[in-house]
């Protein structure tokens, strides 16, 4: 039967303002009308899928039984407009604005730091506001979950958490109280710790300017529309319809028509949140014609109790489900309460806060995910399922046929889920959840389960047991026959063997299983099963006196269950940050109105809290706007045979196919093409493009474009199969010192290792993105992209197009994050785009959604490096040979210039006499890997951190004893023959130890580890010399344009690009100190081709340095004009010299101009001055390892670092923050999964984990080291902008510090191959034990695995 015909009129409220509208496409979701159809850009988008935040927004819905509105936080791009009919919306530009008022969340986020590049921050606002509605005032930990759904990719979340904090009950300070001082109560402002050498004097640590916050006022909110409170009051009983092109949504308005609409339509599925079938139902996804809606259907929200349980409506949010759960396991007694307990825990875990806001009860048990974390618990609880249809109501059990999915334990023709019961346990009943996830929050599990044990009264026998396992195969499975034959056996270690062979022979994970980590994953489902035989075994012992304690080799083998050993058992907590950042003040007789040095808030930092600061893609369309699509290879080598773009071109809105053809100019280079043409050299690989009406037009026709292979041979994935097969993009390069093998005869000892770092992915919260707009007449331009490079952009439209330079202009105002990978890839996308503008002559706007972004763009080169070390007994080192090759993928692009950096950079802090260097970029069919922080050095510098740990480890020394001998100790050369003083690295380094404590912190560890079997905690220190710049003179040159306007106001541009680092706003600084100007009268709008010609990539960590040069040039230029005038009256304003210079014909516009530093490196010789300056710093990193699951905690965090005399040290301690925490990422949880055929499998923030903000050390401190001068940089300044990237290792050492612990315990031998990130599958599986010993090995090559090595 078709649905019903026409359209009704959809009524809801945005920002206070009614909304109606009658034509609405069931298909829109919330984030696009808002950005698309009410301009209302402050919410972004960054991942289309609910798994990010930056589309944050509060949905409002008045609530008849309490009589108030509910206010939740909802990802909009999950949202289908359809279903708002009735709420409120609030957007970030609801909130406050920089026009009217700023609301003091906004303030406060913006005024603490909170924000650099802004993309994430209206989310985080709208998190942190729905909070504040919710709860005026938070506990900490109702912040931590408030927010444990937005990612941000630049801050490292400390300043954004503070920000929160401030409007918490019970905020502790600033987290020094532990060792025993607290900045709160310092005496003053100088808060150096007492005992802290060489800080003391003029230091700062006031980030955070409380007194200058505006007070929060709860009141002051606006009311929910009267109008919305009556149409909830009464609402209407009719079904409501809204009909788009594809999809018709029907919402029936009682539980009669929604039954009969399912009875008619029995394959149209029910939309609660969407979060299930909205991801599935992309544009390219699959369509259901008719989507039914039941959420204005009471009877689905009803929650009951009864004797024996509750009955939960399947239309509650998983939110509401925490708030039901939490009020019955307050009121009834513990036992009755173990299923609701374990559902309460597992909850907490479960997505982040929007996300469970949104998803219902329902829809999470009928998704029936695999690894759904609740169907577990509630299928070993003894769920009952109530079932409606219009034949009448049944219950089902939520068994194990449930799970698996099979037809007759499964709904009905007609059939709906009206409510889930979940049974109260019984007296010695126990039930546990449990999840190992990549990430400790946001994170889908990889294993969950649900355990649950009745014991007969009176004995430890089992009278009933059932275990149910998550995230193993394609359903949710049960071990039924398992728990049969244990039924009887009492409650020991002798069963628990038993139950774990019997749970392994019947709950089988293929070799190829999707999600690969099969052994990982069987340790998990034994682990699971011990730490629930020790959670029961806690609760029977409560009140008991404990056993007799046992040594710590047979804990492990059969754990006696000491005290330490239950305490253990404990998931590893989440809490907020704390800690202290550490600046030097300026001098107090600097003029006041001079801000170098002070810590100046992001110029933009109000404008991204209210939304206001606009990105590429928020731009207002213009006139007949297309948008654009690509379509990538499917194939990692091959003959492209054809490309047929009929069907495509068939489709409604499709205005035309881009293919290399249409190039009137150079398709890139002969082995980089822009457009693929003959041959396709990776999956992923852009073919041609489709321009269309719309953007979901353009997805839909890329499907559509046919396009033939014949796959060619080789096919290289890995570094390892590069090197059998000689497959090298260049040349080795290669730097010696010494005599190596003699020094390795000299040596006592000499050992190898291998050490492998996996890729990273950029992350920028904003994707890659680009508006080409041609103007009519001359043929020129106009380029918005999103990019480090605009010069790159315009030089590459124009090579492409064929037309000069000067017509093609790039603007960029503000990129949402760039780390890297925004150097080349917007030139190439820009081109593509230009290309489509020019064919069609219409605007054309690229932008790549998250799963594109990902798979196009590579990322950071994974790399494998070999190590041969020849040293002393005592820890001098006397030769290191180093050989390391990286994952370049299919063409050249940045991997030489990389390889040379990794070279250059390898010996880090260390004079080690005899050296031998080598590195080579592997030529495999991956996209080509990029620039990325640290270009090289993170990945180059693990290999020389590793090795030097396997040489403490042999001599029986702690690390950082043998890294301070064989550290720069005086004015010395590098191995590449520049001369540098490593006296502020030594300065870093002791001040680093000194104030971490470490001693005291390795004796507490190694105390924590006696007592402590499964858990163990870990600590290191890393010391960095990092070098700045680009290693080639040319690339040392900046320019600016400093206009004075005759009002006095002054207009600075430059050549940097604004990626959330502060570049402009240290730009203003400098200008403001040169031109004695205060900085409100100055400004700079955008980077643009046609201000500031041939500009250098922001990049190196040198932007700031160098621009701010040319800067300065240019305002001193300005002054020298200006100095007669001034001279003549001194006692007269700005304002008044600036009348009196424009009366005088003086020109107030000056460029300036930076011909920087010197750069040379001659191979042959292996000598050179490569890098202008170095950055200094040293961390040190406590962790504690969860030896069951491989998960870990960073206790705390100490940096220090030297920043020269900083120019911010607000946005300098940013970086370092930003970089340690993406550093922490690359070592520890970020992780690349390609498939055997070479396509990348995790593209999503659901696959990659990027660090949230749970991965903040529990204590962070950072300092940076007192000033220092040099004649060299800008006011003796430093660039951050990269090296607190490989501070992030600290954390990875830490991890492997533990593990050796956990190894050293179980009598294990140390583990000379070393493995990049540090994840919990690791982890886990380093710690072995009588677990990791029962489960079956894959024998390689039996199974096609699911993903594959590349480094
Ligand atoms: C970013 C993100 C993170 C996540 N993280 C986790 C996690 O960590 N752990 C975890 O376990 N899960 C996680 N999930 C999955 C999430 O729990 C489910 O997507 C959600 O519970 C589904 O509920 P929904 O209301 O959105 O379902 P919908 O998408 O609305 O519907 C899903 C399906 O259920 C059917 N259905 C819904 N209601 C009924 C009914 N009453 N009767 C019959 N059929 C019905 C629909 O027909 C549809 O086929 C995550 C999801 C996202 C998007
Ligand atoms: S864009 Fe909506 S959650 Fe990422
Ligand atoms: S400031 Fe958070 S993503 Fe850039």
């Known amino acids: 039967m078709p649905p019903p015909p026409g359209s009704d009129e959809l009524v809801f409220f945005v920002n206070g303002r009614k909304v109606t509208e009658r034509d609405i496409d069931p298909e829109v979701t919330l984030l696009t009308f808002l950005r698309r159809n009410l301009g209302l850009t402050g919410t972004k988008s960054a991942c289309g899928g609910g798994g990010c935040g930056a589309c944050t927004v509060m949905l409002s819905r008045h609530d008849p039984a309490s009589g108030k509105p509910r206010h939740v936080s909802i990802p909009a791009c999950l949202v289908p407009l359809c279903s708002l009919h009735g709420a409120a919306i609030t957007t970030v530009e609801g909130v406050g604005s920089i026009r009217t008022r700023v609301h003091p969340v906004q303030e406060r986020i913006a005024r603490s730091h909170g924000t650099q590049c802004g993309f994430c921050t ?184 009864s004797r024996d349980g509750l009955t939960i409506g399947a239309g509650c949010s998983l939110a509401q489900l925490q708030d039901v759960l939490a009020k019955s396991i307050s009121e009834l007694p513990e036992e009755k309460t173990q299923t609701l307990r374990a559902l309460a825990t597992a909850l907490r875990k479960l997505a982040g806060q929007q996300v469970r806001n949104l998803a219902s009860l329902g829809g999470h048990v009928m998704s029936r995910q695999s690894s759904s974390d609740l169907n577990p618990i509630l299928a070993v609880g003894r769920a009952a399922l109530h079932l409606l249809s219009e034949g009448g109501a049944r219950l089902m ?169 239950l305490g253990a058992l404990e998931d590893l907590p989440v809490t907020v940050p704390q800690g202290m950042q550490t600046y030097q003040r300026v001098d107090p007789q600097q003029p006041s109105q001079d801000p170098v040095g002070r810590p100046v808030m992001h110029l933009s930092g109000l404008k991204h809290a209210t939304g206001e600061a606009v990105f590429c893609d928020d731009l207002p369309r213009v006139d007949r706007e297309l948008s654009m699509a690509l379509v990538t290879s499917t194939r990692p080598h091959a003959r492209i045979v054809s490309v047929d773009p009929a069907e495509a071109l068939r489709l409604p809105g499709v205005a035309d196919v881009i293919t290399a053809k249409d190039i009137p100019g150079t398709n890139g280079t002969e082995d980089d093409r822009l457009l693929a ?425 040198i932007g700031a340095d160098a621009n701010g040069k040319a800067v300065q040039n240019a305002c001193q230029t300005l002054l020298k004009r200006l100095e007669p005038i001034i001279k003549k009256n001194a006692e007269g304003t700005w304002e008044d010299w600036i009348e009196a210079a424009f009366e005088q014909r003086i020109s107030l516009s000056a460029t300036g101009y930076f011909r920087g530093y010197k750069a040379f490196m001659d191979w042959e010789k292996g000598e050179g001055e490569p890098f202008p300056y170095y950055v200094f710093g040293a961390a040190c990193s406590e962790v504690e390892i969860d030896c069951l699951t491989g998960a870990h905690r960073k206790l705390r965090t100490d940096i220090v670092m030297d920043a020269g005399c900083s120019l911010n040290p607000a946005l300098d301690v940013g970086q370092v923050e930003g970089a340690f925490l993406q550093g922490a990422g690359l070592y520890t949880s970020e992780e690349l999964h390609y498939s055997p055929e070479g396509a990348l499998l995790s593209r999503g923030p659901a696959e990659y984990k990027i660090p949230t903000a749970a991965d903040v050390p529990e204590e962070l401190n950072v300092t940076l080291l007192p000033s220092s001068q040099t004649q060299l940089t800008l006011y003796s300044s430093k660039g951050l902008g990269e090296s607190g990237m490989f501070l992030g290792s600290s954390v990875f050492f830490a991890i492997s510090d533990a593990v050796t612990a956990a190894r050293r315990d179980r009598g294990l031998a140390e583990d000379c191959t070393v493995r990049s990130p540090a994840t919990p599958e690791r982890v886990r599986m380093a710690c072995q034990d009588r677990f990791t010993e029962m489960i079956p090995r894959e024998d390689p090559g039996t199974a096609k695995p699911w993903s594959i090595p590349i480094a």
């Open 122 to 305: 209206p989310g985080m606002v709208m998190s942190l506001y729905t909070l504040l509605r919710n709860h005026p005032q938070p506990s900490e930990e109702q912040l931590a979950d408030a927010l444990a759904g937005n990612l941000c990719r630049c801050t490292g979340y400390r300043p954004i958490l503070e920000s929160g904090r401030t409007f918490c009950s019970d905020s502790h300070g600033c987290g020094q109280s532990g060792a025993g001082w607290c900045c709160l109560d310092r005496p003053g402002d100088d808060s150096s710790p007492p005992g802290s050498s060489g800080l003391q004097a003029h230091v700062c640590s006031e980030l955070l300017p409380k007194a200058e916050f505006q007070p929060w006022d709860p009141s002051q909110e606006p009311i929910f529309p009267p109008e919305l409170t009556r149409m909830a009051e009464s609402p209407e009983r009719r079904s409501l319809t809204f009909r788009g092109d594809r999809v018709t949504w029907v919402s029936p308005g009682g539980l009669r028509e929604l039954l009969e609409l399912k009875a008619q339509h029995p394959e149209a599925p029910l939309v609660l949140g969407n979060t299930a079938l909205g991801p599935a139902s992309k544009p390219h996804g699959r369509v259901h014609p008719l989507l039914i809606s039941p959420a204005r259907v009471p009877e689905l929200s009803a929650v009951t109790e």
């Open 397 to 565: 059990p939520l068994d194990e046929l449930f799970l698996a999915g099979t037809a007759s334990a499964g709904l009905r023709p007609g059939e709906i889920l009206e409510s889930v019961h979940v049974p109260y346990s019984r007296k010695r009943e126990f039930v546990s959840g449990f999840r190992q996830a990549q990430a400790p929050q946001n994170a889908m599990p990889h294993v969950s389960a649900g355990m649950r044990v009745l014991l007969a009264e009176g004995t430890n026998a089992i009278e009933d047991l059932s275990i149910a396992y998550g995230g193993l195969g394609a359903t949710a499975v049960m071990a039924p026959r398992s728990c049969q034959q244990l039924l009887g056996k009492p409650w020991t270690e002798e069963t628990l063997d038993e139950a774990c062979r019997l749970v392994l022979g019947e709950v089988a994970i293929p070799g190829p299983a999707p999600g690969g980590r099969v052994e990982f994953r069987r340790t998990l489902l034994v682990s699971f099963l011990f730490r629930f035989y020790l959670q029961v075994l806690r609760e029977l012992r409560r009140g008991r006196a404990p056993g007799a304690p046992s040594t710590l080799s047979d804990i492990w083998r059969y754990p006696r269950l000491p005290d330490q050993s």
């Open 677 to 1101: 043409v003959d041959e396709v050299l990776c999956v992923g690989q852009v073919i041609c493009a489709v321009v269309a009406e719309t953007d979901e037009q353009a997805k839909r026709a890329t499907e559509r474009v046919r396009v033939t292979y014949e796959d060619l041979e080789p096919v290289v994935f890995s570094i390892q199969d590069a090197m059998r097969q000689n497959s090298f993009l260049c040349p080795e390069k290669k730097l010696e010192q010494g005599n190596v093998e003699e020094a390795f005869e000299k040596a006592d000892r000499v050992i190898e290792g291998e050490v492998h770092v996996g890729g990273q992915e950029h992350f920028y919260m904003e994707t890659q993105r680009v508006l080409v707009i041609p103007k009519a007449g001359d043929g020129e331009l106009d380029i918005y992209a999103s990019t480090q490079d605009p010069a790159h952009v315009q030089k590459t439209v124009s090579l492409t197009l064929n037309v000069p330079h000067n017509q093609v202009t790039c603007h960029v105002k503000r990129v949402g994050g760039g780390f890297g990978g925004k150097v080349g890839k917007p030139a190439a996308l820009g081109a593509i785009a230009a290309v489509g503008a020019i064919k069609t002559g219409r605007a054309v706007r690229l932008v790549l959604d998250r799963e594109d972004d990902m798979l196009i763009t590579g990322g950071r080169h994974p790399l494998f490096g070999k190590y041969k070390v020849g040293f002393k007994d005592s820890g001098r080192i006397k030769a290191l040979d180093i050989e390391c090759y990286i994952n370049g993928g299919c063409t050249l692009g940045d991997s030489e210039l990389v390889t040379e950096f990794l070279i250059l950079k390898l010996e880090n802090a260390y004079k080690i006499r005899n050296l031998r260097f080598r590195g080579r970029a592997c030529r495999t069919n991956l996209p080509s890997n990029t620039a990325f922080r640290g270009f090289g050095f993170p990945q180059g510098a693990l290999v020389t951190e590793a090795c030097i740990t396997a040489v403490a480890a042999k001599c029986g020394l702690p690390p950082e004893k043998v890294r301070e001998k064989n550290m720069y100790k005086t004015v010395d050369k590098t191995i590449y023959k520049q001369a540098f003083s490593p006296e502020p690295l030594r300065q870093c380094w002791a001040e680093c130890l000194e104030r971490a404590d470490l001693p005291g912190r390795r004796a507490r560890a190694d105390a924590f580890n006696q007592q402590n079997p499964w858990r163990k905690r870990g600590v290191a220190a890393v010391p960095m010399k990092f070098s700045v710049g680009f290693a080639a003179t040319s690339y040392h040159q900046a320019a600016a344009l400093v206009h004075v306007y005759t009002d006095g106001s002054v207009l600075v541009a430059h050549g940097g690009s604004e990626l959330g680092q502060g570049i402009h706003t240290k730009m203003l600084q400098v200008a403001s100190r040169e031109l004695r100007v205060p900085m409100s009268r100055l400004h700079t709008q955008e980077t643009s081709t046609a201000t500031v010609p041939n500009t250098v990539a922001t990049a190196a960590s």
